[in-house]
């Protein structure tokens, strides 16, 4: 769990929340190249989430992979498919439907 002042992120809620920040693994892609980059995810848009890793900024396209998050000690995998909106819509969807 990642807690700050004001929201809490855990790996049932994180689909909803900011991913910017969050350390990442590719565990699984269509393009084998990919499986097994981590990094920090410094950007990401409706259908790539960017990662730095070291010091290089790969694209990686969500409806093709499967991502682990690390939220504080804890992990978090998400498949991609699921996180196919703009970080602004993706927040508002899940929310709604949350509740």
């Known amino acids: ?5 004001h929201y809490c992120i855990t790996p049932g809620n994180i689909m909803a929340h900011e ?3 969050l350390d990442v693994k590719v565990l699984r ?10 990094g920090k995810v410094v950007d990401e848009t409706k259908n790539v989430i960017i990662i730095e890793t070291n010091g290089i900024e790969k694209k990686i396209p969500k409806n093709e992979s499967e991502f682990e998050f690390m939220i ?3 992990k ?3 498949s991609g498919k699921k996180i196919l ?3 602004e819509q993706r927040a508002k969807v899940l ?3 949350a509740q």
């Open 72 to 74: 504080g000690k804890e």
């Open 1 to 5: 769990m990642l807690k700050t002042e």
């Open 76 to 78: 978090a995998v998400v």
């Open 85 to 87: 909106y703009t970080p």
């Open 95 to 97: 929310w709604r439907n």
């Open 29 to 38: 892609s269509t393009d084998q190249s990919r499986k097994g980059i981590m």
């Open 19 to 21: 991913l910017i920040g």
